[in-house]
């Protein structure tokens, strides 16, 4: 073999080895996995006309539902290089739509909570509902359907809600909700109304996530890597926030003072001017 014709070889071996990992990188991109299963959910896969129980580690396709009864209630991780959990809550029933970006889940009936840090440019998380859907590239919400309505709470940075018509489609026309309000959405019709958060919804997030990382904890030590991933990605992300509140804090702070020393300066300036 010529000099050449092993370069040849050589290059030949690497790009086949490069597109096999790429490949690999791709799949596992869109791959999507059970980390919490509390009782006996129960999933059918795609194709499927029998329910089996929902366990640990069980691997998650687009088209598969997923029903809780009460006091059951699955984690679902969508993985990649981004922290993306949904909880399905008891008495649910969901449908995985699409496991990569843009990602999607159906909730048909129940409530929903979905964290994820922020997304690439372009990409999205939706949840859809009979009634509406929300969406985010990065945030905490919760998503419930009771009947004819649709209920879209937002606990960090902000989600996008819409209606949807009878037909299924998109009612031109979304509102956004920040972190501490909640949108209300009739059955085919747009949303409009904002209302603020109780105290204990608040409290079940905030709960929710401390559960998730002594969970993560767990499966790290399992040798779970993604695990490991994803709860490094979320007290970041936590850190972070609370030095955004601080730093806004601070910043207030600074206004506060600012504003009150100017005022301050305002008055001694206009009790000399009267004192002439």
Do not use: H
């Not at 919400?141 to 009771?146: C, E, I, M």
């Not at 804090?249 to 009267?274: A, H, K, L």
Request: proline content about 2%; some cysteine; aromatic content about 8%.
């Amino acid at each position: 073999m010529t000099r050449g014709s092993r370069y040849a070889f050589i290059m030949l071996c690497i790009t086949f080895c490069a597109l096999f990992l790429l490949s690999g990188i791709a799949e596992c991109a869109g791959e999507a996995k059970v980390i919490m299963a509390q009782g006996a959910p129960k999933i059918m896969k795609k194709g499927a006309s029998d329910w089996v129980i929902c366990k640990m580690n069980t691997a998650v396709d687009n088209g598969d539902r997923i029903k809780t009864q009460k006091n059951e209630s699955v984690e679902i991780s969508f993985l990649g290089k981004t922290a993306k959990v949904v909880k399905v809550e008891e008495n649910s029933d969901m449908v995985i739509r699409k496991t990569d970006s843009p990602y999607s889940v159906e909730l048909l009936n129940g409530s929903a909570m979905a964290f994820l840090e922020k997304l690439p440019k372009g990409s999205t998380f939706e949840i859809r509902t009979p009634a509406g859907l929300s969406g985010a590239r990065g945030t905490g919400w919760s998503v419930s359907v009771d009947k004819l309505k649709a209920i879209f709470k937002s606990f960090e940075n902000f989600i996008y809600v819409k209606g949807i018509d009878a037909s299924g489609n998109e009612i031109d026309g979304e509102l956004v909700v920040r972190s501490g309000w909640e949108a209300i959405v009739e059955m085919f019709r747009k949303p409009e109304k904002l209302e603020e958060l109780a105290s204990g919804d608040m409290e079940k997030w905030n709960e929710w996530k401390k559960d998730l990382l002594e969970r993560l904890e767990k499966l790290k030590e399992e040798g779970f890597e993604e695990a490991g991933q994803m709860q490094n990605r979320i007290q970041e992300l936590e850190e972070k926030k609370n030095g955004d509140v601080r730093d806004a804090r601070d910043s207030d702070n600074i206004s506060s003072r600012q504003e009150s020393s100017s005022s301050s300066r305002q008055r001694d300036g206009d009790y000399f001017t009267n004192d002439r």
